[in-house]
């Protein structure tokens, strides 16, 4: 089958690299920070503040509903913009393999897992403070994809090639070491808590989660890739003529 240039320009940037459920939690994130941005700006001050995970108020009022909510709120712009690009970056991978329903159910699940292992350790320590950000659940979707695509190379910090399984491993102990600092200004517990749900999930929940089925969907990815590469290696050795493989 023959493709056009601008077939293959526009199936680039097609809602294809959005897949719903990536694309609504980029939506709403984005939406709450707006407009808890617009809202502190005309004096009304932090309309959002009810929703952050804070420990006392899950434990002694029973706000359960701060164990999801607080994963909407970001702090600041840089942290907005680190969770989602990290999301769009492994969380659509992921999303397509699995479809909408399932990929939620896991965000969430690592989500909120991150959450009660934050105010239980919190809760232990007497530490008052809130958190928020979705960080907690990105960490389990960066858990998911170093699982299920271990050999992938990607950019450390947008500069060093590294697999996917390393750079899973690197941002895990940087977790749990920082997890030792109980009076960081960041919730690592979180993050390790996020990591540690996904892994359960993956090994006990996810339907026919073993070494067979791992391989099996990285040799699948594996096979696009290699056809995607077939396909340049004929368009500049094939003088332009014959359809392209597809």
Excluded at 81 to 105: H, I, P, Q, S, V
Aim: proline share 3%; hydrophobic share 50%.
């Amino acid at each position: 089958m023959r493709h056009s240039t601008r077939y293959k320009l526009n199936a680039i940037f097609s809602s294809g690299n959005f897949p719903n459920g990536v694309k609504w939690l980029l939506i709403s994130n984005t939406a709450v920070f707006v407009l808890g941005y617009l809202a502190q700006q005309a004096g009304f001050g932090d309309i959002f503040s009810p929703f952050a995970l804070v420990p006392r108020a899950v434990v002694y009022h029973f706000a359960i509903w701060e164990l999801a909510t607080y994963l909407f709120l970001h702090g600041s712009i840089l942290h907005l913009l680190f969770n989602m690009l990290t999301l769009w970056m492994f969380g659509a991978t992921l999303e397509r393999d699995w479809g909408t329903r399932k990929f939620l159910k896991y965000y969430f699940l690592c989500g909120i897992g991150a959450g009660v292992c934050d105010v239980t350790v919190k809760m232990l320590l007497g530490d008052p403070r809130g958190t928020i950000g979705a960080s907690g659940a990105i960490f389990g979707v960066l858990l998911a994809f170093g699982v299920l695509y271990p050999e992938t190379i990607i950019l450390f910090f947008f500069v060093f090639p590294i697999q996917a399984k390393y750079f899973v491993m690197i941002y895990g102990a940087m977790a749990l070491l920082g997890s030792l600092n109980v009076n960081g200004a960041v919730s690592e517990v979180a993050h390790l808590g996020g990591m540690i749900f996904g892994l359960l999930y993956l090994k006990v929940r996810f339907p026919k989660l073993d070494t067979y089925e791992v391989r099996r969907w990285y040799r699948n990815y594996k096979m696009q890739r290699a056809k995607k590469k077939f396909q340049v290696y004929m368009r500049k050795h094939g003088s332009g003529r014959g359809p392209w493989v597809n």
